[in-house]
């Protein structure tokens, strides 16, 4: 009976002792967080992205647990930005999209993406072109569309001259861009010819010469009364 007894005694504390193996037990569910597996020696191996003796972190480059969304700003967001809380990505100025792989409004040539804006880049005298430089309208150049062109004059008006037909010849082009005309021409474009002069101007000159000769030549006390 004794022995029966310690038999007994022997296989209770057996199954109390595998009973208490079986809850220490590793349990990828709740001991890996259900984003790992259980090990031989009851440790989890986590899933990528998961990090943590419980598997409940996010490993690096990954964010927003439990989702734990890949991210890493060189590739993810194509060096043009960082990756925020949740695993997107905050583009850089300049550049938009989920990845950071286009230009924003006003801005131009990825992945340069320079900024043109032609109302002020191009001082509103052209256009922003694909490479985000400025293509000016007619009659200006320059960078920044700030100056005018060959044959435009008086920035920002830039009028148009050109002595050859502008002034048709007769004249040259003066700082506001309209005609100083040659002796003998007139008009806004030069194209008068100055060919007469009023009959009476001639003769006017004539007697103002003989009164003068006379008055100086008259004697001294002529002179005097006149005065």
Do not use: K
């Amino acid at each position: 009976m004794a022995r029966v007894a310690v038999f007994v005694g022997v296989v209770i504390a057996a199954c109390l002792f595998a009973a208490a193996g079986a809850e220490a037990a590793c349990n990828p569910v709740t001991d890996c967080s259900g984003h790992g597996v259980c090990l031989p020696n009851d440790t989890c191996a986590c899933d990528a992205g998961f990090t943590g003796a419980s598997c409940n972190q996010c490993g690096p480059n990954y964010y927003n647990y439990p989702t734990c969304t890949f991210c890493q700003a060189s590739t993810t967001c194509n060096g043009n930005g960082l990756c925020s809380p949740t695993g997107g990505c905050v583009c850089n100025v300049g550049f938009t999209g989920a990845s950071c792989n286009q230009c924003g409004p006003n801005y131009y040539n990825y992945p340069t993406c320079s900024f043109c804006q032609a109302s002020t880049t191009c001082s509103g005298n052209g256009l922003c072109s694909p490479t985000g430089g400025c293509v000016c309208n007619v009659g200006f150049i320059g960078a920044s569309c700030n100056q005018c062109g060959p044959n435009y004059y008086n920035y920002p008006t830039c009028s148009f001259c050109q002595a050859s037909t502008t002034c048709s010849g007769n004249g040259s082009c003066n700082l506001t861009g309209g005609c100083d005309c040659n002796p003998g021409w007139i008009g806004a474009a030069c194209d008068t010819a100055v060919t007469s002069v009023p009959v009476a101007a001639p003769w006017a000159r004539v007697l103002l010469a003989l009164l003068l000769t006379a008055v100086a030549g008259a004697p001294g006390w002529m002179r005097r009364s006149r005065g």
